[in-house]
Structure formats: C-alpha cells, structure tokens
Nanobody, 121 residues
Framework: QVQLVESGGGLVQPGGSLRLSCTAS????????MNWYRQAPGKQRELVAG???????NYADSILGRFTISRDNAKKTAYLQMNSLLPEDTAVYYC???????????????WGQGTQVTVSS
C-alpha cells in the first residue's frame, strides 16, 4: 500500500509564499521521479515542476524563477517552495511520483489527493 499525501496549501496574498510538502508512505523500495502538478478550474492539469532521483529538475515556464522543487530521500518527501505568488497560481496542487515497490517493479501512476492553493487579496 503506497500513498502520497500533500500538505501546506492555503490562502495567501499576492507576493506571498507557501511551501507544499508531499510525503510517501507504504511498502516502498525506492522513489524515482517526484513531480508537482496543478489544475485550475476549467483548465487542464499541468506539470509545474519535477525532480529526479539524482535531483535533476525541470520547471514550467510560468513559474520559473519563483518556485523551487526539492526532495528529502530520508523523509520520502518532496517540497515545492512557492515565492512571489500570483493570482494565476491559484489551483489544486497534486503530488505525483514514480515509485518502486521492489527491485524491478516500478510504477508512475501514484498521486496525492491534492491541496488547494488560493492567491487573493
């Protein structure tokens, strides 16, 4: 049983900051890539940031320079530090990960329940 749980969302004013956390639990052998996605009402879910097992990162152009993804392998946790938040950052943010439950059994379709981020004055 593998689960991803997000936390850290909330209401913040434009220009403010939030840090999201995603913690994996269950029968985990290793965690490969961890990603943050977001979905706003009426829009498609989009990849915000990703980080590999060797901490190679990629970011969406819309948040480049404002958000930072990181991970703590000992804690099985990924973070998304969000600074200089804009109203257009308002969305439900989802954690996604490729997780191996054995030496040769890995899946990419693990998702958290989502956490709401609202940027408004």
């Amino acid at each position: 049983q593998v689960q991803l749980v997000e936390s850290g969302g909330g209401l913040v004013q434009p220009g403010g900051s939030l840090r999201l956390s995603c913690t994996a639990s269950g029968s985990i052998f290793s965690i490969s890539t961890m990603n943050w996605y977001r979905q706003a009402p009426g829009k498609q879910r989009e990849l915000v940031a990703g980080i590999t097992a060797i901490e190679r990162t990629n970011y969406a152009d819309s948040i480049l320079g404002r958000f930072t993804i990181s991970r703590d392998n000992a804690k099985k946790t990924a973070y998304l530090q969000m600074n200089s938040l804009l109203p257009e950052d308002t969305a439900v943010y989802y954690c996604n990960a490729r997780i191996c439950t054995g030496p040769s059994y890995c899946k990419t379709d693990y998702w958290g329940q989502g956490t709401q981020v609202t940027v408004s004055s």
